[in-house]
């Protein structure tokens, strides 16, 4: 898997310092609904490898190009997402991975002002 995008948005839900209404078209039901693309470290190894969690896109994604959230990924890696370590493992982008200042440490933080 090659990544659209390696560097993290400036209004990433997942920085600290953003604010959610600067996100154009932003809705509130459609970012809760993300919280099924959160892997829970809880789970057995087979019970994360065969969820059918998908990917968070980036809210720059369009109809046509979708964008993979790098808040997301920088997320998900440090809080052993295995579905995505291994969808990644052969991918030489890892490395270039850019996030931008402080992180929000869970999901839920990242639907609060």
Same mark, same amino acid.
């Given at each position: =898997? ?5 560097? %993290?948005?400036?209004?990433? !839900? ?9 996100? &154009? ?5 459609? $970012? ?7 892997? +829970? !470290? +809880? ?8 969820? !059918?969690?998908?990917? =968070?896109?980036? $809210?720059? &994604? ?12 920088? $997320? %998900?890696?440090? +809080? +052993? ?7 990644? =493992? ?24």
């Amino acid at each position: =898997m090659q990544l659209a995008q390696t560097k %993290q948005c400036a209004n990433c !839900p997942w920085k600290v310092d953003r604010n959610l209404s600067k996100i &154009s078209g932003y809705n509130r039901e459609n $970012h809760e609904a993300l919280k099924e693309t959160i892997a +829970n !470290p +809880n789970h057995d190894v087979f019970e994360q490898l065969t969820s !059918p969690k998908i990917a =968070m896109g980036c $809210h720059y &994604s369009t109809d046509e190009k979708l964008l993979e959230c790098v808040g997301w990924i920088y $997320h %998900q890696l440090r +809080n +052993n997402n295995l579905l995505l370590r291994l969808v990644l =493992m052969r991918s030489n982008q890892i490395k270039d991975i850019e996030i931008d200042g402080a992180q929000r440490a869970t999901f839920s933080e990242t639907l609060t002002d």
